[in-house]
């Protein structure tokens, strides 16, 4: 069965510190990936999505970066964070099927003080 | 612009009750409407997807429904439980990898 795992599933982070958050999938080969941010009362917002590896598409300037490394890794970075990158991060992956479905992780939750 | 807009904000009911949740879209090109459960804290769980000839689905004790020409989608949850208490995302697809999210309805099934 397809899974995706997030890690960490809590973060707290001083403004200026980098960013490292992780996501990976497993039971799946070449999954189209994607990073959202929720904001608190807000929907979700398509920050970055990836097709393969080293493919990256950013959907919103931002001062976030993201990668993928390997197949079913993608990784979502920061070199200095904001008070205003607090939130909480998701990563989905599509599943090909007559829907193509977007599942999701559990979530990371970033407070940035 | 595509925009979802789900309605009421928030909602409280008592354990055992019905109640609807609303969803209006303003998306084109449309290829599927999903409802989405997302507890406190966790990542959102698909609970039903529709495409645009589909006018109803259920998944258990939760009914979809869609009317494509007025664009609306409606989430029915009968005989409620305290395991209800989320919030409840609908999203519009516009085709391949594109989704537009409602900012949801949190629900609150009290005892």
């Known amino acids: 069965s397809q899974t995706i795992h997030q890690w960490p599933a809590t973060l707290v982070q001083p403004v200026g510190s980098p960013l490292s958050l992780e996501c990976t999938v497993e039971?799946?080969?070449?999954?189209?990936l994607y990073w959202y941010r929720q904001a608190a009362g807000r929907g979700l917002q398509l920050l970055f999505y990836s097709v393969g590896i080293g493919q990256i598409s950013s959907e919103v300037p931002q001062n976030l970066s993201a990668s993928r490394p390997q197949d079913r890794q993608f990784i979502l970075s920061s070199k200095k964070l904001l008070l205003s990158d607090s939130g909480f991060y998701l990563c989905?992956?599509?599943?090909?099927?007559?829907?193509?479905?977007?599942?999701f992780g559990p979530g990371t939750r970033l407070t940035v003080l | 612009k595509n925009q979802v807009e789900q309605s009421p904000q928030s909602l409280i009911i008592l354990e055992g009750k019905n109640c609807t949740l609303q969803c209006n879209y303003t998306v084109s090109p449309f290829s599927n409407l999903r409802w989405y459960k997302q507890d406190t804290g966790r990542g959102p769980v698909s609970l039903t997807i529709m495409t645009f000839s589909e006018n109803t689905k259920s998944n258990g004790r939760y009914t979809a429904t869609l009317d494509a020409d007025t664009k609306q989608s409606s989430l029915h949850i009968t005989a409620s439980q305290l395991s209800d208490s989320a919030s409840y995302i609908c999203?519009?697809?516009?085709?391949?990898?594109?989704?537009?999210f409602g900012t949801g309805t949190r629900l609150l099934v009290s005892p």
């Open positions: 989905a992956f599509l599943r090909q099927s007559s829907y193509n479905e977007q599942f």
């Open positions: 999203v519009v697809s516009t085709g391949f990898q594109k989704l537009v």
């Open positions: 039971g799946t080969s070449n999954p189209n």
